[in-house]
Antibody, heavy 119, light 104 residues
Framework: QVQLQQSGPGLVKPSETLSLTCTVS??????????WGWIRQPAGKGLEWVGY???????NYNPSLKSRVTVSSDTSKNQFSLELTSVTAADTAMYYC???????????WGQGTLVTVSS | DIQMTQSPSTLSASVGDRITITCRASQNIYNWLAWYQQKPGRTPKLLIYRASNLESGVPSRFSGSGYGTQFTLTISNLEPDDFATYYCQNYNTHFGGGTKVDIK
């Protein structure tokens, strides 16, 4: 059974970098079964794709965030990570790590991290 | 960049009703469309994949249809557990804006 465990701070100061990590168990980030990515959801609002990475290292980012976001993976730790630079209050949201399958479905979700951008 | 538009944004219904939610893609996505149900404080739950395939364990009152740019999610005989928000999602993880189904 694939499980995703998120870690990272819940409070980030404006203009700083948001960093979250997702540790994968039950699957390897280094094979082609899944795409690994991040989704966010501001309170009371809809789901927004942030970006994802494939085992080849190729990435795909939301165009509205592309200049500020990096998704990377660490195969030695079986983890993937999100970095979002120059954050503002608009980046305050619940962030989820996800596993996207060949069916193009988000079959696996982390538990979510509420990230608040505030000084 | 493919845009996904859902309608309506809110739908009021009663237990036993049949409801339909529509999702439109800005370009052809063939049948690469999934539907999710989300309840407050929970992660989304997959209902339908490849436009019309029912995910294992999902009740048969849920059904999906469509191809290309127009898709629908239908819930027949609405049950109390179905009051939630529903999202469509295309193959590239773009989501529709969501449809909140609440009690009339």
């Amino acid at each position: 059974q694939v499980q995703l465990q998120q870690s990272g701070p819940g409070l980030v100061k404006p203009s700083e970098t948001l960093s979250l990590t997702c540790t994968v168990s039950g699957a390897s980030v280094n094979n082609g079964t899944f795409y690994w990515g991040w989704i966010r959801q501001p309170a009371g609002k809809g789901l927004e794709w942030v970006g994802y990475i494939y085992f080849t290292g190729s990435t795909n980012y939301n165009p509205s965030l592309k200049s500020r976001v990096t998704v990377s993976s660490d195969t030695s730790k079986n983890q993937f990570s999100l970095e979002l630079t120059s954050v503002t209050a608009a980046d305050t949201a619940m962030y989820y790590c996800v596993g996207l399958t060949a069916r193009a479905t988000l079959d696996y979700w982390g538990q979510g991290t509420l990230v608040t951008v505030s000084s | 960049d493919i845009q996904m538009t859902q309608s309506p944004s809110t739908l009021s219904a009663s237990v036993g009703d049949r409801i339909t939610i529509t999702c439109r893609a800005s370009q052809n996505i063939y049948n690469w469309l999934a539907w999710y149900q989300q309840k407050p404080g929970r992660t989304p739950k997959l209902l339908i994949y490849r436009a019309s395939n029912l995910e294992s364990g999902v009740p048969s009152r849920f059904s999906g249809s469509g191809y290309g740019t127009q898709f629908t999610l239908t819930i027949s005989n609405l049950e109390p557990d179905d009051f939630a928000t529903y999202y469509c999602q295309n193959y590239n993880t773009h989501f529709g804006g969501g449809t909140k189904v609440d009690i009339k």
